[in-house]
C-alpha cells in the first residue's frame, strides 16, 4: 500500500494568513491526490481532487499543487471557518490511502 | 441532492459481526462510475478506507482487513451493506460511507459522506 505522510502534524496560524501544508506519498501517485477537510464531529468534506481541482463550492482561496510524490494545499487567506484537520487521499491504486492529517489551530 | 446515511449498532461485543447498512438518495448504483465506499475513523485517529462497491458489482477491499469484510449491494433500495466479522475493541470508531466517484482516467475521489455512526466494541 502508498503511504502518504503529512507535514506539520499541526499548524498554528491566525485569520488573514497565507497557511501551506504538504503531503508526500512513498511512491508516486500522478496526480491522483485529493484533499479533505474534517470539523470535529463531522465527515470530511472534499475541497480538491486530481492536485488541483476545486471541487464545487469550495471557495477560491483553497489552492492545491503538486504532482508525483510531493503535494501542498494552500489557503490563501485563513477565514474563521477553516481551523480543521486536513488530510490529503491517493487515489493512483486500491486501496487508497490517507494521511494522518495537519491540524490547524 | 445527494445524501447518505449510515445505519447499525452501536455497541457489539468481541468476536460478533457487525452489520452497516448506508442508505442513500441522490443518484444510483447502476449509472457509470458510480460507487460506495466504508471508511472509517477511530477517535482521535486518521481516516481508513475499508470496501468499494461498484456500479458494476465490483468489491474492493482494504489489504489488512479483507479477509474480515464483505460489502453488497441493493440498487434498487439504494443500499449498500458492509459486514466486519470478529470484531475487536481496536475497531471501535465512527464508520462512514461515501460516495466515490470514478472517473475514465481511473481518478476516484469521495465526494459525498454520511454523518458517521459510532460503533464501540465491548463486552
Known amino acids: 500500500d502508498i503511504q502518504m505522510t503529512q507535514s506539520p502534524s499541526s499548524l498554528s496560524a491566525s485569520v488573514g494568513d497565507r497557511v501551506t501544508m504538504t503531503c508526500r506519498a512513498s511512491?508516486?501517485?500522478?496526480?491522483?491526490l485529493n484533499w479533505y477537510q474534517q470539523k470535529p464531529g463531522k465527515a470530511p468534506k472534499l475541497l480538491i481532487y486530481?492536485?488541483?481541482s476545486l471541487q464545487t463550492g469550495v471557495p477560491s482561496r483553497f489552492s492545491g499543487t503538486g504532482s508525483g510524490t510531493d503535494f501542498t494545499l494552500t489557503i490563501g487567506s485563513l477565514q474563521p471557518e477553516d481551523f480543521a484537520t486536513y488530510y490529503c487521499?491517493?487515489?493512483?491504486?486500491?486501496?487508497?490511502?490517507f494521511g494522518q492529517g495537519t491540524r490547524l489551530e | 441532492q445527494v445524501t447518505l446515511r449510515e445505519s447499525g449498532p452501536a455497541l457489539v461485543k468481541p468476536t460478533q459481526t457487525l452489520t452497516l447498512t448506508c442508505t442513500f438518495s441522490?443518484?444510483?448504483?447502476?449509472?457509470?462510475?458510480?460507487?460506495v465506499s466504508w471508511i472509517r475513523q477511530p477517535p482521535g485517529k486518521a481516516l481508513e478506507w475499508l470496501a468499494r462497491?461498484?456500479?458494476?458489482?465490483?468489491?474492493f477491499y482494504n489489504t489488512s482487513l479483507k479477509t474480515r469484510l464483505t460489502i453488497s449491494k441493493d440498487a434498487s433500495k439504494n443500499q449498500v451493506v458492509l459486514r466486519m466479522t470478529n470484531m475487536d475493541p481496536v475497531d471501535s470508531a465512527t464508520y462512514y460511507c461515501?460516495?466515490?466517484?470514478?472517473?475514465?482516467?481511473?481518478?476516484?475521489?469521495?465526494?459525498?459522506w454520511g454523518q458517521g455512526v459510532l460503533v464501540t466494541v465491548s463486552s
Open positions: 487521499q491517493q487515489s493512483y491504486t486500491i486501496p487508497p490511502t
Open positions: 441522490g443518484f444510483s448504483l447502476t449509472t457509470n462510475e458510480m460507487c
Open positions: 462497491i461498484d456500479w458494476d458489482d465490483d468489491k
Open positions: 486530481a492536485a488541483s
Open positions: 511512491q508516486t501517485v500522478s496526480s491522483y
Open positions: 461515501a460516495r466515490t466517484r470514478t472517473t475514465v482516467t481511473s481518478l476516484y475521489y469521495f465526494d459525498y
